[in-house]
């Protein structure tokens, strides 16, 4: 099993890039977001692998995080390496992290291959789903927000509804919420 390349970068396109090893040229399926982090001509990634019958697949990443929502959105019923690279290329893992838990299915139909179906099974199979083992401070802010709002009475819907897509922190989504939530 394939964990790492690294090597001088012979093609660089939005999608992949041609990686010489030793005299041995790999070609490495990688998101926008890797593709863009990859200024040098010395490169290092981290790799997932994928044996088929008809096709050994190399997907690199810049960084652990976006390996972790890769591999996770492997483990989705219906969801491939295709679809799976392009939530990568979309959407940051903190930005990622967030859509899903504020389960917000219009940000997530916005990928390509990703219809409404399929956004639900994601949001509801990765209702845990963290960067790096640990929060992210917006992800975090989103959590407090979301149970002070609650323990005022509010429904978990409506609250998710009030906060999809916005940003700050606890005080300024309470009160972005609030304001939301008193014209419904």
Partial sequence: MIVGI?????????????????GLIYEVNVSINTSNAVQEKEVKL?????LREDANLLYGFAN?????????????????????????STFTPETFARIVASKDVGLLKRVPGIGPKAASRILVELADF????EESPALADHNEA?????SLGFKKEAIRKALAGESGDTATLVKIALKKLQRL
């Avoid at 929502?69 to 492997?74: G, Y």
């Avoid at 963290?130 to 083992?133: E, F, K, L, R, T």
């Fill in 46 to 50: 981290l790799v997932t692998q994928i």
């Fill in 146 to 150: 979301m149970l002070a709002l609650e």
């Fill in 64 to 88: 652990k995080s976006e390996k972790k929502m890769f591999d996770t959105l492997l483990k989705i019923n219906g969801v491939g390496p295709k679809v799976a690279q392009a939530v990568c």
């Fill in 6 to 22: 690294e090597g001088r970068v012979e093609v660089k396109e939005p999608t992949y890039l041609h990686i010489n090893v030793n």
């Fill in 130 to 133: 963290i960067v790096d083992g």
